[in-house]
């Protein structure tokens, strides 16, 4: 089969609700992938940072063999050997009292959505239905209704109401507006500690400092979204120890199997996780012993191989390469280990056009909006892949 039978299949067959690049993926190791005819590439998305540890690492992949063939689901109707080894390694890493597992970041979204509103309503005395969530504009948490409920973004939610009532926006990275916007029944705040999805924006210095304190003073749980963030990539194991702060609750997913499989975890340094009674959430899969396994070897790969300390050492050689490309196109190079992102003026036809010229360049990444390109290679890359992508990107964006 030749690369356009593979997209003739998926366009007549599958719902077109994402618009890739036409590059078909066969194999891929660390920070390389190949196409269905062979062709190299490095891949500076890393699957929206799901595949930190780099493709197909050996240790994660040896973890999820052995355990596939012992044994994957149990579901919680009974205990496995695997989840309690997860929790309690999760909890001394993080510094987490309670951990509550589930499989799509949406869905660890959507589980403290219902912990803190349940523990606004038996510990902060919010009367019945009426909790309060405040959240940020241009966030990104997911796709469930409830999550696109409070989306600011117009193709996110156009033509997918009623909504979840609850929530209320206010914007970015302004901790007044968080201030102005609390009221009795505000039970948490949810909010990303850079907001990957909108491009990479990071907030004002002390912004987390200051909206810790908010929460604080009122009775408010802290809710960081570090989906995309957390597991080393912006330079350290979560985003909120660039603040020095701890979330009451931290959400983590993706990078969370190394990319082998869908595992999140909510984490709560409170008590707020404990509010849970048996029956009153669950997941088919979540927690199940293969899961468990992969998150265990990818957190092991993380800490061991010493990819935190590297993703902050390669990110600065990054971002200093971007830094130095001079084309009057470029409006903003903005980052943090190796999140990073290249803003594009919008003379300049968008970001979409460098992506597909990048592709040919042999480098994988990804518009996000019209005019932003984010580069977030595995956490594994060494100084000359830098150096490499940096030639690359160099020439198509000087070009
Ligand atoms: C990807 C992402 C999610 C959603 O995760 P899924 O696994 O796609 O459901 C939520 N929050 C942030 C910040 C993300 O980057």
Known sequence: MKPQDYIDLENRYGAQNYKPLDVVLSKGEGVWVWDVEDNRYMDCLSAYSAVNQGHCHPRIVAALQEQAERLPLTSRAFRNDQLGL??????????????????????????????????????????????????????????????????????????????????????????????????????????????????????????????????????????????????????????????????????????????????????????????LRPGEHGSTFGGNPLACAVARAALNVLVEEGLIANAELMGQRFMKGLRAIANPAVRDVRGRGLLLAVELDPSAGGARPYCERLKEAGLLCKETHENTIRFAPPLVITAEQVDWALERISSVLSA
Not at 148 to 159: C, I, N, Q
Not at 162 to 185: L, M, N, S, Y
Not at 235 to 262: V, W
């Open 86 to 275: 997860l929790y309690e390694e999760l909890c001394r890493l993080t510094n987490s009292h309670k951990v509550l597992p589930m499989n799509s970041g949406a869905e660890a979204v959507e589980t403290a959505i219902k912990a803190v509103r349940k523990w606004g309503y038996m510990e902060k005395g919010v009367p019945e239905n009426q909790a309060e969530i405040i959240v940020c504009a241009n966030n990104f948490h997911g796709r469930t209704i409830s999550i696109v409920s409070f989306s600011t973004d117009s193709g996110a939610r156009a033509g997918f109401g009623p909504f979840t009532p609850g929530f209320r926006v206010i914007p970015f990275g302004d901790a007044q507006a968080f201030e102005q916007a609390i009221t009795p029944h505000t039970v948490a705040l949810l909010v990303e500690p850079i907001q990957g999805e909108a491009g990479v924006i990071i907030p004002p210095e002390g912004y987390l400092r200051r909206v810790r304190e908010l929460c604080d003073t009122h009775g408010i749980q802290l809710i960081l979204d570090e989906i995309q963030t957390g597991l080393g990539r912006t330079g350290k194991l979560l985003a909120e120890e660039h603040e020095g702060i701890e979330a009451d609750i931290t959400l983590i997913g993706k990078a969370l199997s190394g990319g082998l499989y869908p595992v999140s975890a909510v984490l709560s340094n409170t008590e707020v996780l404990g509010i």
